[in-house]
């Protein structure tokens, strides 16, 4: 299996209003450290995974939505309980759209939290980009 992995970061302001979460139901910051990992088992006509340069770029233009917002006054986070592991398949998602027919490998987003502590997300696998 072959791969490609950009890291980019992120800082938003969210609640998780249940007493499971303790001191966390309170409205915090996070800051995220993204790491999204392409993965192929073959590479394409070019002999790469994806373009570093396509996969940076998405990357950032998803997390554009997300900066510094509240993910509790955001339409797609409500009603919805904004865990990093639920952020981290949103973030999948939104890249996996947009990046369309440009990659059809599979996509994993891991949410670093702290330097001891992420979530992840690995969506199935889709066969090798065309």
């Known amino acids: 299996m072959y791969s490609v992995r950009v890291r980019d970061s992120v800082m938003i302001a969210h ?3 249940d007493p499971f979460f303790g ?5 915090h910051g ?3 450290v993204v790491d999204v990992q392409f993965m192929s088992p073959r590479l394409n006509a070019f002999n790469v995974v994806i373009d570093i340069g ?4 998405t990357v950032a233009e998803v997390l554009d939505g997300l900066r510094y917002q509240n993910l509790d006054e955001l339409p797609e986070f409500e009603g919805v309980l904004s ?3 639920h952020v981290a398949k949103h973030i999948h998602d939104l890249v996996k759209d947009r990046l369309g027919d440009r ?9 670093r939290e702290t330097h001891d502590a992420w979530a ?11």
């Open 103 to 111: 990659f059809s490998g599979a996509l994993e987003v891991t949410l």
């Open 15 to 17: 609640s998780l209003p």
């Open 30 to 32: 996070a800051t995220f």
């Open 120 to 130: 992840s997300y690995r969506g199935p696998d889709a066969g090798a980009p065309g």
């Open 23 to 27: 001191p966390a139901q309170r409205l």
């Open 54 to 57: 396509v996969a940076r770029t």
């Open 83 to 85: 865990t990093a592991e």
